[in-house]
């Protein structure tokens, strides 16, 4: 039997991206992929950090967005600078 890794990931709507460039018309909402728990929660506390990432939520579950109200980014842990991860 494969043990599988648990992939959590934490989503926020970024307040300053939305409405504009390729998120036109809708809300932006960024999504990043971790391999931890303890992993999301980095990332929920540097996301409470900043003044545009709004409604920041993690979940054990890949999310889905309506592609006519918003414009989903999505990142990985691994793909990520220095500013979200110490």
């Known amino acids: 039997m494969v043990?599988?890794?648990?992939?959590?990931?934490v989503s926020m709507t970024d307040k300053?991206?939305?409405?504009?460039?390729?998120a036109e018309g809708k809300i932006n909402k960024y999504?990043?992929?971790?391999?931890?728990?303890?992993?999301?929660?980095?990332i929920k506390k540097k996301a409470r950090s900043r003044p545009e990432m709004k409604y920041i939520n993690i979940r054990n579950r890949k999310p889905y967005y309506n592609k006519r109200r918003f414009f989903v980014s999505r990142k990985n842990w691994e793909d990520l600078g220095d500013c979200w991860k110490v």
Do not use: L, P
Request: hydrophobic share 30%; charged share 25%; proline share 0%.
């Open 16 to 22: 300053f991206m939305s409405g504009w460039g390729r």
């Open 31 to 42: 999504v990043i992929g971790v391999n931890s728990y303890e992993e999301a929660q980095t």
């Open 3 to 9: 043990k599988t890794r648990k992939k959590f990931y």
